[in-house]
């Protein structure tokens, strides 16, 4: 089965996301990662972007696109007006497929002025706008849960009801909330990566934790518009096979091709051969 990574984050030569992948079991060079979608049957993967959103900072392999992100590292209110410019060029550019925000990292909630901006050059380029939600990591000190809440999005997506929104991880674990905003607006799409974390065993997993992975299935059932999910992993942070096996534990059959590969490539505009 051909899969499209929908979520991944790639840089090799940052030491702490080596770190991190190495946790996970993974090598955190270009050859590995390259190796590490050989192995899964990953034929593309969507970087969702981290640092400075010059052009430079964002040059991959073709086997990768990218979502241009305003990160917390980088985004100060002051330098609004560079980022858009920046911002603005890599979108002109065939491979960024989109934008990623990260509120909860950055203080502010997606319906900030602040962001308009951004959103109006999404619409522009006819770009969907990835958005970290749900759980922010306990080592970014001054991360607050207010702002990647999901219930924020349900705003956001009907004052501008002509741009796709991704809503990155689910919401995890504000998965009621997160269900009701999504079956509630249509140009919202379920991102599933990033809900685990870390080297596990699927099969042990699943028997361990079995109410937990009935309850995300109950609530993406919720949903019920399988057209409407797309699959990542948020790599590094996951060991690559058991989340494949996770997400197929909550997808029924009958629609792995659809959210595994398919509704990517519509979602993000992807031109693969």
Same mark, same amino acid.
């Given at each position: ?6 979520? !991944? ?30 192995? @899964? ?10 640092? $400075?959103?010059?052009?430079? @900072? ?14 917390? @590292? ?15 060029? @890599? ?21 900030? $002025? ?25 080592? /970014?000190?001054?991360?607050?849960? /207010? ?15 002509? !741009? ?23 140009? !919202? ?5 990033? !809900? ?10 699943? $028997? $361990? ?43 029924? /059959? ?20």
């Amino acid at each position: 089965m051909k899969i499209i990574d929908a979520h !991944i984050h790639y840089r090799p030569d940052y030491a702490p996301f080596a770190q991190v992948a190495a946790h996970s079991g993974h090598t955190y060079t270009k050859d590995g990662i390259r190796q590490m979608m050989e192995d @899964n049957d990953i034929c593309h993967a969507i970087v969702m972007g981290n640092f $400075e959103p010059t052009v430079e @900072n964002h040059q991959y392999p073709p086997y990768l696109s990218f979502c241009v992100g305003l990160d917390s @590292n980088v985004f100060q209110p002051q330098r609004a007006e560079e980022f858009l410019v920046q911002v603005e060029e @890599n979108l002109k550019r065939p491979n960024c497929v989109g934008l990623k925000l990260y509120p909860g990292y950055n203080p502010f909630f997606v319906t900030d $002025e602040i962001y308009t901006p951004f959103y109006q050059l999404a619409e522009k380029y006819h770009k969907p706008v990835a958005i970290h939600t749900g759980a922010v990591a306990s080592s /970014k000190p001054g991360a607050l849960l /207010k702002y990647s809440h999901p219930l924020t999005l349900d705003e956001l997506a009907v004052r501008f009801p002509d !741009i796709t929104f991704v809503m990155c991880h689910f919401g995890n674990p504000f998965l009621a909330e997160a269900a009701a905003v999504v079956e509630k607006n249509k140009n !919202i799409i379920v991102d599933l990566s990033g !809900i685990l974390e870390g080297m596990f065993s699927p099969a042990p997993f699943m $028997e $361990e934790n079995r109410f937990y992975v009935e309850t995300v299935k109950m609530w993406l059932r919720y949903v019920g518009d399988y057209d409407r999910m797309v699959f990542g992993t948020d790599f590094p942070i996951v060991q690559v096979p058991s989340y494949i096996q996770f997400v197929k534990e909550l997808i029924p /059959k009958e629609a792995w091709h659809k959210v595994f590969y398919e509704n990517a490539l519509r979602v993000y505009g992807l031109q693969l051969e």
